[in-house]
């Protein structure tokens, strides 16, 4: 089956996921962040690996957040080292299983180097259509959103817009996030309850999963534990109850 742009929700799934919880992971092991930072990007492998299995067709993963720079320096130089890490690992693989990569977020800001290896990521699995595989690094909803603002003021300076057409649909189009649709649900581990700047304008009608689990410790089974709590919900999108709609009726 294609992955095609504008796709309706539905199964397969759109699951978008805050990885959180690295620091506390090595913490309680009396080990440094940067072994915590490892690891999760180890639970990223099991879990892109999962998701086919569990009807998953979307994965968008939170890396990396504009607020993240406030950190201490070798923790950025160790979050900024894990793309590299994830990729010379697993390109070939994605390449190979099908799946497209896309990076979301601000590439400026980032070193040359990584700027590159993002931009190969996604050259070499441009033709892919099975899965996609989008990592926010260096994203912000909120700068994303200044962003997609911007850009639309140059158009209309430029004359290639008009303010009357903007529209929620046009908005979406300047997002980096542009072209596909938005997550069905998304899941927080590490026990904590919210959103930190993570697909702001996207997330408008997610269903919400927090999880009392460890990003490092994250897997097969507790990506089919947030599902099992997904299916359960019954979405509306802001519209009645089919049942109640039905009796009206
Ligand atoms: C997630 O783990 C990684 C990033 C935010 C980049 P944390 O580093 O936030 O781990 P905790 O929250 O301190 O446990
Ligand atoms: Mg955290």
Redesign the pocket.
């Known amino acids: 089956m294609a992955l095609s742009p504008k796709e309706p929700i539905g199964t397969p799934l759109h699951v978008a996921i805050?990885?959180?919880?690295?620091?506390?992971?090595?913490?309680r092991r009396g080990l440094p962040?940067t072994l915590?930072?490892r690891a999760?990007v180890e639970a990223l492998k099991r879990t892109v690996a999962a998701a086919p299995d569990l009807n998953i067709r979307s994965l968008t993963v939170?890396?990396?957040?504009t607020e993240?720079w406030s950190?201490p320096a070798a923790?950025v130089a160790e979050?900024m080292a894990l793309p590299r890490r994830y990729f010379e690992s697993d390109l070939a693989r994605l390449e190979r299983d099908g799946v497209r990569v896309r990076a979301l977020g601000r590439r400026e800001g980032l070193s040359p180097d990584l700027q590159e290896m993002l931009a190969e990521a996604e050259a070499r699995t441009a033709g892919n259509d099975t899965f996609l595989l989008q990592i926010a690094f260096n994203y912000g909803g909120q700068a994303d959103i200044a962003d997609a603002a911007r850009k639309f003021a140059q158009d209309v300076a430029d004359g290639r817009a008009r303010p009357a057409d903007m529209t929620e649909a046009t908005f979406a189009r300047y997002l980096s996030t542009a072209d596909f649709p938005p997550p069905d649900l998304v899941i927080r581990p590490?026990g904590?309850q919210r959103l930190s700047n993570f697909l702001l304008w996207e997330s408008a009608y997610s269903e919400f999963v927090f999880q009392d689990v460890?990003?490092p410790d994250y897997g097969k089974d507790h990506l089919a534990a947030a599902l099992a709590e997904y299916a359960k919900r019954e979405r509306r999108f802001g519209g009645a109850v089919t049942d109640d709609v039905l009796a009206a009726g």
């Open positions: 805050v990885m959180d919880g690295n620091g506390r992971w090595a913490k962040r915590g930072h999760g939170f890396g990396f957040s993240n950190r923790e979050l590490s904590e460890l990003w």
